[in-house]
């Protein structure tokens, strides 16, 4: 373990937790949004199997908290339910994918998560998708966001912005995200025991990393109280493209 911390470079490693810093105030402002910032992040510092493996505790352990809090604003079982079975599917599928591509496939579809995150933020803000429409398709939605869950650690794209869509009051989305991320979570981390993927090194990067989000999420609700939710949006987007920017220059240099 020791060994593999020494040869992690320092100006990575440090970048790494100014990622999950502000994972933590990403996610204590929205309710989500902490892997979309702290994974690239954590991918430049080790590789993206490595990132997705780190992240996969605190994730866990930090929905289950918001879950629990927002446990009265669940949407319908009609809806919440296929989506969880879907998603729980889709990262069984995705974690196996983690451990069969090769890492350069993994950092360019880190960063193209990024850019369609980014492009669907800024082409369509207006966006409202009726629950009665986005019931009909949750099962195809789970199952895609819970392969990039599983695959490369980021289901934003189709997650975040799938709910988005719906408008949803902030306590009712944070309820429904929290508790499809938990779901597919409850997947992940045994799959990734099983195939090797959970070092030493990993649980305590992992524990550190949930430590870190803990601290700083009650910072991200407060700062959103203040902010404007439209600087806030810019500055998270224009992060995301210099980070999906630096993933593809790896991948093309390794």
Not at 77 to 97: C, E, K, N, Q, S
Request: glycine letters at 8%; a positive charge.
């Amino acid at each position: 373990m020791f060994t593999e911390l020494a040869a992690i470079d320092p100006l990575a490693l440090t970048l790494a937790v100014l990622g999950i810093v502000l994972g933590g105030l990403v996610k204590g402002a929205t309710g989500a949004g902490a892997p979309v910032v702290a994974v690239p992040m954590l991918a430049l510092a080790f590789d993206v199997p490595t990132a997705v493996t780190i992240f996969a505790i605190p994730n866990l352990f930090s929905n289950i908290w918001q879950s629990w809090s927002f446990r009265a604003h669940h949407l319908p079982r009609g809806f919440t339910m296929p989506f969880v079975i879907a998603a729980i599917a889709g990262a069984a599928l995705g974690t196996v994918m983690l451990v069969s591509l090769p890492p350069q496939a993994l950092m360019v579809g880190t960063a193209c998560v990024c850019i369609a995150f980014i492009a669907f933020r800024m082409a369509r803000p207006g966006w409202v998708l009726p629950l009665a429409a986005a019931t009909r398709v949750t099962l195809p939605v789970g199952v895609v966001a819970g392969v990039l869950q599983g695959a490369i650690g980021v289901s934003a794209p189709v997650s975040v912005t799938f709910l988005s869509a719906m408008k949803l009051d902030r306590p009712v989305f944070i309820a429904t995200i929290s508790a499809i991320f938990v779901a597919m979570s409850l997947v992940q981390l045994p799959m990734m025991a099983g195939l090797g993927l959970m070092t030493p090194m990993r649980v305590a990067f992992g524990l550190g990393t949930l430590a870190i989000l803990l601290a700083t999420m009650p910072i991200g609700s407060a700062l959103a109280r203040r902010w404007s939710p439209k600087v806030f949006n810019t500055t998270i987007l224009i992060m995301l493209a210099v980070i999906a920017a630096r993933l593809l220059y790896d991948a093309a240099t390794h």
